[in-house]
């Protein structure tokens, strides 16, 4: 290792302070079939599984250090190969991100690549053959560092394995981006480095990995370590020969690498430069000049660690993974009631839904409840339906479906269904007099310490609690659609709620694992007071006289899961009609009810488009309804007036307090919309763009956070 990179890395150690360090244990071995002395390096960070193992600085430093003492051993003859592995359950899984965001130095940011290629390269440039045995979960740099070995294992019990880089806005900086495709060809090094990342970064089995030719060998995860140094032995006698298919560096290249860009464009509309830094990289790596493509990664790496994307990916990830597992401003978890029995009241799609939900997080009785008997069967068969189909996957087997099963009931009669539940929740008409009625209902025959929880998704808890006798038991818990994929759900505290009944709702969240956010009992809570404001800007614009396809086409920038008309449809126009109306009536002056929107549903129509070729066209008979003003707008101007009325919105709901803080906000739109991690929400983007400024006057976040630190 060249002392400038060895340097480097000593001062980049500096400043991860806070690093946990992984160490790199050298133990010898003797192989079976007397194939010879061993060394296997042990990656292991001192915790247990639930704190996986990372490669900082220090980390990289103790793994030089280990390869130092084998590569004497290799060049004295006293060893015929070495392998690496991590502790139990986790082989490693990349770079340790806490001091990737402490990075403020183009320089710093190339030393963090350039140190662990320097590092892991030499685990291919060692006298004596390599050899990787994924056992447990690897991502980024440790699938990365097991590329460079001349062979791989990989564990049937894998959970996980994954290059994340692009999803969080890096490349596959140590080796990924230039020996993937060079191992199994393009095609399938696009679909994990590009396509999986993502699609909401997409994990692989230990199966998939080896069908997918990055490992050599697959072996059971009981006795993996055992079987994979006998295979070991054996390709080191000779016995067994590792043949892998010839790559096609033709014509199939290029077009792996122009799949990838149509894959990006679907999914970031060129907003993030991850991915096409990394396709870049994929196309030149064709040529199999492999320091030339661990050049170009650094070059990437150091490019996009000093960016906004990357910093927001981060934020995001942080976001996803600790501020969600600890919700700002829920009650002390020891308050919380027992649950052994859940109420529905509704067996509509959504209450089935939740049903099964519950059913099969909590695993205690689930009873629905409706107007008539045919309702609840259908109900009742919609979760039966559902168990048979993970039966049929072989997610769970005849005994645990035969139990679920018997678990879900229906009834008429509330009394007889509710007398003995813990926790009630109603999924019935977005009215709320209906709303309060069924409450009304349920409340008569529902048990003292029973939990009320609504699904609305506008309408105020409060209200809907005021003319109970308990107002303090119920909860706003709504859910986002569908209910089995979104992960979060908004916690709506009344202007009664107890702290019982709100660390109550948390504790079933966590079981239920969902991402759990408080929210003040204002109208449409968060994500859909904030898509209501974005979508109705759009439709403003529209109704004004701009195009659809140019109102359409100027949120492309954003890199958001689908257009707002697309998402119109997907959650119905009468619904987005009906939030609307209820936004209109508690904030008239900013948001309108459209009067096109209002004739598509009175129409009958699902949504603007049709799909005749394949492709969202507009729909002639929609074309034909609209009324359109004649003030047309540029994409820049309507982008820029669309942003303003976001930042308006968010800005005036952290002034009222409906969340804590602009993380919250973040946090919502991320598990709730499926906005992307490069945005960071949304809240990381306005800062970056200088809309927030513009707008409020102010930065959202402090400098630092979802930023490069000062």
Known sequence: MSTTTAELLKGAAELFPDEVVTSAHVRHLDLPFGAGRFALITLDNGFDHTKPTTFGPGSLANLNAALDQVEKEAADGEIVGAGITGKPFIFAVGADLKGVELLKRHEDALAIGKGGHEVFKRLSGLAVPTFAYYNGAAMGGGVEVGLHCSYRTVSKALPAFSLPEVFLGLVPGWGGCALLPNLIGADKAVSVIIENSLNQNKQLKGQQVFDLGIADALFEGA????????????????????????????????????????????????????????????????????????????????????????????????????????????????LARPVTKVGVVGAGLMASQLALLFLRRLEVPVVLTDIDQERIDKGVGYVHGEIDKLLGKGRINQDKANRLKALVTGVLDKAEGFADADFIIEAVFEEIGVKQQVFAEVEAVAPAHAILATNTSSLSVSEMASKLKHPERVVGFHFFNPVAILPLLEIVRGEKTDDAALAT??????????????????????????????????????????????AEK???PLGLPMSPLVLLELVGPAIGLHV????????????????????????????????????????????????????????????????????????????????????????????????PFHLGGITPYLDREGVSERVTGKKFLAPGVASVPA
Not at 226 to 249: H, M, N, Y
Not at 296 to 319: K, P, T, V
Not at 532 to 548: A, L
Request: one cysteine or more.
């Open 505 to 550: 709702a948390f504790g079933v969240a966590k079981k239920l694992k969902k991402t759990a956010v408080l929210t003040k009992d204002a109208p449409a809570f968060v994500v859909n007071r904030i898509l209501t404001r974005f979508m109705g800007e759009i439709q403003n614009v529209i109704d004004e006289g701009t195009p659809v396809e140019v």
């Open 580 to 675: 609307s109306e209820t936004l209109h009536g508690a904030f008239p002056e900013r948001f309108k009810v459209s009067p096109n929107l209002k004739a598509v549903v009175e129409a009958g129509k699902r949504g603007f488009y049709v799909y005749d070729s394949g492709k969202p066209e507009l729909d002639p008979e929609v074309a034909a309804l609209l009324k359109q003003g004649d003030s047309v707008l540029t994409e820049a101007q309507v982008r820029d007036r669309v942003l303003d009325a976001v930042a308006q919105e968010i800005g005036l709901m952290l002034d009222e307090g409906v969340v804590a803080e602009a993380q919250d906000i973040d946090l919502c739109l991320i598990t709730g919309a499926g906005w």
């Open 554 to 556: 100027a949120i492309e």
């Open 223 to 334: 006795d993996f370590l055992e079987q994979s140094l006998i295979w070991t032995a054996q390709v080191l006698k000779g016995d067994v020969t590792v043949e892998r298919p010839e790559v096609d560096r033709g014509e199939a290249w290029d077009q792996a690498v122009a799949k990838g860009r149509f894959i990006a464009d679907g999914k970031v509309h060129g907003a993030a430069p991850a991915a096409y830094r990394a396709l870049d990289i994929i196309a030149a790596a064709k040529s199999g000049d492999l320091q030339a493509g661990f050049d170009a990664e650094d070059q990437a790496l150091a490019d996009l660690i000093m960016g906004g994307e990357l910093r927001a990916g981060i934020y995001s990830f942080n976001l996803v993974q600790k501020r969600a597992k600890r919700p700002a401003g829920a009650p002390d978890k020891s």
